[in-house]
């Protein structure tokens, strides 16, 4: 059964740094599109970065650039998500996302994409 699991959320003071990680068990999504959304309690679900299947092209919610950079593992099926310079509005469920358009991903709040882990929460403290 293809999964996707996240890991690496947790407390982080303001400033400080977390990394996202994400696994494809089964090995499936190394020619997937990857990427991270978020959804904070009473929000909207957010795209935050995305990854084409290659690595090659990456892209940003206009909120994390310059602080969050995404990045996949040499066997293409893990997905990392650096994050510097966290603040308190970044504190959210966030979520690991694959799909084979990576246009799915990047556009729009996650309507059209196919595979989602179960979400890690992170916390900024201020």
């Known amino acids: 059964q293809v999964q996707l699991v996240e890991s690496g959320g947790g407390l982080v003071q303001a400033g400080g740094s977390l990394r996202l990680s994400c696994a494809d068990s089964?090995?499936?999504?190394?020619?997937?599109?990857m990427g991270w959304f978020r959804q904070a309690p009473g929000k909207e679900r957010e795209f935050v970065a995305g990854?084409?299947?290659?690595?090659?092209?990456?892209e940003y919610a206009d909120s994390v650039k310059g602080r969050f950079t995404i990045s996949r593992g040499s066997a293409k099926s893990t997905v990392y998500l650096q994050m510097n310079s966290l603040k308190p509005e970044d504190t959210a469920n966030y979520y690991c996302?694959?799909?084979?358009?990576?246009?799915?991903?990047?556009?729009?709040?996650?309507?059209?994409?196919?595979?989602w882990g179960q979400g890690t929460q992170v916390t900024v403290s201020s």
């Open positions: 996302a694959a799909d084979n358009a990576f246009a799915h991903i990047t556009r729009g709040s996650g309507g059209r994409v196919d595979y």
């Open positions: 990854i084409d299947w290659s690595g090659g092209s990456t």
């Open positions: 089964g090995r499936t999504f190394s020619v997937y599109a």
